[in-house]
């Protein structure tokens, strides 16, 4: 971004939410289209965090503008930071990993001039590519499961138990 008076570039780092949410196994993921960043890349629900904002806040707010899917505050736990850089895009972006337990309702393509379309995928068969930020994510996680393994009531054990 170059400032309008004096012409100086000025580079800046971004800050994303992601919600990672996992039903019967099988993590959910996008397919980016016309955002102008990583387009056919997949990757969790999200977006920009906002001013004031918390992460578990931020990542269920997101949860639910992209998929319509909603969780409770006291079902998501920070579980992840990763450091995106993009030269080629000239992006940098820190992204915040949230898991969301326990989503309720139906996926539904809430935005579909940012994405293709959302569908689940077992960890061990994850679509390519990747953005950057989910592989950044995935090696941060390979001697540990890529999530926890919650379980808030007894016939509810859907969390991922792999390693990557």
Known sequence: MKCPQCKITIQKVGVAI????????????G??????HQDGH?????????YGEDFKIAALRELNEETGL??????????GITNDHLPQDEKHYISIYVQCDLAEGNV????????????????????????????????????????????????????CLFHL
């Open 18 to 29: 992601r919600a990672l949410v996992i039903r019967n196994g099988k993590i959910l993921l």
């Open 31 to 36: 397919k980016r289209q016309n955002t102008g």
């Open 42 to 50: 997949w990757e969790t629900p999200g977006g920009h965090f906002e």
């Open 70 to 79: 909603t969780a409770k505050e006291e079902n998501a736990n920070l579980i």
């Open 108 to 159: 539904q393509l809430m935005e579909p001039n940012k994405c293709t379309g959302w569908e689940w995928f077992s960890p061990d068969k994850l679509p390519t590519p990747l953005t950057q930020s989910m592989q950044n994510f995935i090696e941060s996680r390979k001697d540990k499961p890529l999530a926890y393994k919650h379980v808030w009531r007894e016939e509810h054990t859907d969390m």
